[in-house]
């Protein structure tokens, strides 16, 4: 075995252990793959950057742009009128239905498009028919991927599998090649699924999830989040410190972990809990939580504020220094906040004070974005502060030359009594800063004295903590101790939920840019003014400390708001509202415009023989002169990711055919399933390819797969286009995981599915797609 070889195999199965664990995100690791290439020299600079540039990549974007101009004239709305219509009670012509129309707007669309457009639709056929979602939700997403085995541009990865063929120098497969096949195994799917199918899907009578048109009300049998049991009411007395604070200033929510509903004033008036709403005496607060955190405090104080004020001298005290450094457009902290940055937890730097022009802030520093000009004033060992000399505008600081920051002001000592619920607590889990904005700047202990303290430190009775906070802060604690607490509330949550005020279920998209953030640090109920009263992931509901829990793909967001904010919601790509008529509102007297302009983008490329790559460009910006889309909403609709993931790993298929790679493993398959024949081998990469979509996206799948298929026809001595059909058809035929495909992923929560349900119902379809596929392809594409 060459070098080359052995060096491609290494790199081959860290990206295959990358693309398996999650390590890192799937299009930093195909970045890294084409580093790797170029640096190894198995492929040339040149080779290494042809894939952004490469048709089938042009193809993908142009799509994403299509299927955006055909979704938002609202094509799709138009079906599922008509769907809703003529559907009837027939579950076997619901299901029959649904699968037949998302796979013919899939194999022109994008799937996950079509998914996501017609979750709503099948929700609201599913609450009209009284039927329990499970039932048709996974052959909806079924059908979506179906699109995929229809038409060339139904998935990319028909487009990766054409140009490797292109590469190769084969005529490449033409748009309607993919259709003979793909439609007979639609069909036969279709009868499967009404006739055998259907009696393998979940019937879970109760869905786990809300359904996309009723509101919760207090009916527990009607309420799957259970919110009845975690309701309780507050009481602010008239002398209680949070008279006159604003909600946010209460702390009600970040220190106690509960989300305030509504406020019922002593006048008898009802009014929404917004996060600017000052508290009044006899205030009556409907809240949603666990009370075990308002338990603590009220039991005992946590800390007793020491009469005796620390001075700013205290900090410089041991092996500690300050500095100042500030914010430049080319800084790692500019437009981040300090809960992304995390300072204290990757550095054990503190930050004392952030300077923005004239104005100095000490406290509640945490979720400020950073901004070209912002001074920080750091404080840290000698040795960690050092680190930082190369950053703009760093200088260290004496004691005397922080004094326009007035740290005396902000600064307290705290001392824990024997009784408090922070006695045996690390500073992470008693959630002060977090809680109540305070930074434990030092802690004094017999026998000790931590500067800078770990935040894995374990607190001890009559520690003296030196700490940066407001009075104000430690005032609103006092308030929270004061407060009346009522534990049975009987509640209508319907009377929550009339008029202009809504709670409904919103999912996180594929595309959503909030999965890996939690609600805090994304500002969430500041940027929608929308509360998150609940989370659904997999079969249970998280109903406290919603604000840290950090967000995953397929995750249902029990929302409540105005009307008019669920709508803003509705109109960003990051979220699936699962509310019809909160959906914006399509541009319908675009629709016909829209759809002549991708079956224009079809026939024009056949009936001139242009390639699809330049006709779908052309289609892009028509969609944009006609008015169907905007050109932001047309940047915004690609999914860059997919992009990049495509295009980085589409040197790893030149490097597999120029280092031999390609004739080595097909040598390997001739020898192991030869003497089945070529029917036999079809069968054997068909099987590969679909185990391989567990594991790897079906694009980075298809990189590998074609040229090993093409090598292996080439080898045998016969045509290779059975085998790269096969190829084509068994990665779009991803029925089986519901985590490594979008599509699947979308539908798990709404359906109350688990990954049982995936195997039980995905396994027979994807062995339709084999079976059919190794006994017809022969016959279309003949050896």
Not at 215 to 236: C, F, K, M, S
Not at 491 to 517: I, N, R
Not at 582 to 588: F, S, V
Not at 670 to 695: H, K, Q
Request: charged share 20%; proline share 5%; hydrophobic share 50%.
């Amino acid at each position: 075995m060459s070098i080359e070889l052995i060096i491609l195999a290494i790199i081959l199965m860290i990206a295959v252990m990358l693309f398996a664990t999650s390590l890192i995100r799937m299009d930093l690791t195909a970045l890294f793959v084409l580093v790797a290439l170029a640096v190894t020299g198995l492929v040339t600079p040149t080779q290494a950057l042809s894939g952004f540039s490469n048709p089938a990549v042009i193809i993908v974007w142009a799509m994403f742009i299509l299927s955006a101009g055909l979704s938002r004239t609202g094509i799709s709305s138009l079906i599922g009128a008509q769907l809703l219509k003529f559907a009837g009670k027939s579950e076997g012509r619901l299901i029959a239905i649904l699968m037949s129309v998302t796979a013919l707007l899939s194999s022109i669309m994008n799937n996950i498009g079509v998914a996501a457009m017609f979750l709503p639709i099948t929700l609201e056929i599913a609450r009209r028919t009284k039927r329990p979602p499970s039932r048709l939700l996974l052959p909806m997403a079924y059908g979506a991927l179906h699109g995929g085995l229809i038409l060339l541009i139904g998935t990319a990865s028909n487009l990766v599998v054409r140009d490797a063929m292109r590469e190769a120098q084969f005529t490449p497969f033409s748009i309607f090649d993919f259709a003979p096949g793909g439609l007979i195994i639609l069909i036969i799917s279709v009868l499967y699924m009404v006739l055998i199918g259907r009696r393998l899907l979940p019937d879970r009578t109760q869905p786990r999830v809300l359904s996309a048109a009723d509101p919760v009300n207090g009916n527990h049998t009607d309420d799957p989040y259970a919110l009845q049991e975690r309701l309780a009411t507050l009481i602010v007395s008239e002398d209680n410190p949070l008279v006159g604070k604003t909600l946010t200033d209460s702390r009600i929510g970040r220190a106690l972990g509960l989300t305030v509903l509504s406020i019922l004033r002593k006048d008898g008036q009802r009014v929404r809990a917004k996060t600017d709403t000052y508290l009044e005496g006899g205030d009556r607060l409907l809240v949603l939580g666990r009370l075990d955190r308002i338990d603590e405090i009220c039991q005992c104080p946590l800390f007793l504020v020491e009469d005796e004020r620390p001075v700013a001298e205290t900090l410089l005290a041991g092996d500690v220094d300050l500095a100042e450094l500030m914010v430049t457009p080319d800084s790692p902290f500019f437009g981040k906040s300090l809960l992304e940055i995390d300072l204290r937890g990757k550095f054990q730097i503190n930050v004392l004070g952030i300077q923005q022009g004239e104005i100095i802030r000490r406290t509640n520093l945490q979720n400020m974005i950073m901004t070209e000009g912002d001074r920080l004033l750091i404080q840290g060992s000698v040795e960690k502060i050092a680190a930082f000399e190369q950053h703009p505008g760093f200088h260290i600081l004496a004691i005397n030359d922080v004094s326009n920051y007035l740290l005396d002001e902000r600064l307290l000592s705290l001392r824990i009594p024997s009784d408090s619920a922070l006695v045996g607590k690390t500073l992470t889990e008693s959630r002060l800063g977090a809680a109540y904005g305070i930074t434990v700047l030092r802690i004094l202990r017999i026998g000790g004295d931590w500067h800078l303290p770990s935040p894995e430190i374990t607190l001890e009775e009559n520690d003296i903590l030196i700490v940066e906070g407001r009075p104000v802060d430690i005032e609103a604690l006092r308030g929270l101790q004061r407060l009346d607490v009522e534990r049975k509330t009987e509640v209508d949550l319907h009377d929550l939920t009339s008029g202009s005020v809504q709670m409904v279920e919103v999912m996180l998209s594929p595309y959503s840019t909030l999965a890996g953030k939690n609600l805090r640090e994304s500002r969430f109920r500041e940027k929608y003014h929308v509360t998150v009263l609940a989370i659904w992931r997999g079969d249970r509901a998280f109903r406290t400390g919603l604000g840290d829990l950090t967000l995953q793909h397929g995750d249902a967001l029990l929302c409540y708001g105005t009307i008019e904010n669920l709508r803003v919601m509705a109109r960003e790509r990051d979220f699936v509202v699962l509310k019809m008529d909160l959906q914006e509102q399509p541009l319908i007297k675009k629709a016909p415009t829209a759809a002549l302009i991708m079956v224009g983008v079809i026939l024009t490329s056949i009936s001139f023989n242009l390639p699809i790559a330049i006709t779908a460009i052309g289609g892009c910006a028509l969609m944009v002169l006609s008015g169907a889309l905007t050109m932001e909403k047309a940047y915004e609709s690609i999914d860059w990711k997919s992009i990049f993931l495509i295009a980085a790993m589409l040197p790893l298929g030149i490097a597999i055919q120029e280092t031999g790679a390609a004739a080595l493993v097909s040598d390997v398959v001739i020898e192991t399933i030869g003497r089945f024949g070529p029917t036999g081998i079809l069968a054997g990469i068909m099987v590969l390819c679909v185990l391989g979509t567990l594991i790897m996206p079906a694009p980075v799948l298809a990189v590998i797969m074609s040229p090993i298929a093409l090598s292996t026809a080439i080898n045998l001595e016969i045509s290779p286009y059975a085998f790269l059909m096969g190829v084509a058809y068994a990665l779009a035929a991803s029925f089986l995981s519901p985590v490594a495909i979008p599509v699947n992923t979308l539908v798990m929560t709404p359906g109350g599915y688990r990954y049982s349900d995936y195997i039980k119902n995905g396994l027979p379809i994807s062995l339709i797609v084999i079976i059919v596929s190794v006994a017809l392809l022969p016959l279309i594409f003949p050896f």
